[in-house]
């Protein structure tokens, strides 16, 4: 089981830069890859960036990439997000999730096995 905690969420700019962060619970954080997802009111919620158990491979949703950066250190069992060139269609909650795939990267929100509370992210045009 692993229990998740994101954080580093709030106000900025257009054009500003947040980075997020998710810990991890638990000594198998390195068993599991790990995905970003957000929702925005009155949508479904989006994948936005994932990373294999190693960090040696990521992928991103297209409406992020060159934006984006995820990355993790498994040593702290933690997981980042560092978001720059922040837009107003950016802001949403963000989400980390837990895939015990490991070695796979998913992009649908169903394979994920375990998830954090969120962290609202604003964007300010």
């Known amino acids: 089981q692993v229990q998740l905690v994101e954080s580093g969420g709030g106000l900025v700019q257009a054009g500003g830069s947040l980075r997020l962060s998710c810990a991890a619970s638990g000594r198998t954080f390195s068993s599991y890859a790990m995905g970003w997802f957000r929702q925005a009111p009155g949508k479904e919620r989006e994948f936005v960036a994932a990373?294999?158990?190693?960090?040696?491979?990521?992928y991103y949703a297209d409406s992020v990439k060159g934006r984006f950066a995820i990355s993790r250190d498994n040593a702290k069992n933690t997981v980042y997000l560092q978001m720059n060139s922040l837009k107003p269609e950016d802001t949403a909650v963000y989400y980390c999730a837990a895939d015990r795939s490991r070695v796979q990267l998913h992009t649908t929100h169903r394979e994920y096995d375990h998830w954090g509370q969120g962290t609202q992210v604003t964007v300010s045009s």
């Open positions: 990373i294999n158990w190693s960090g040696g491979s990521t």
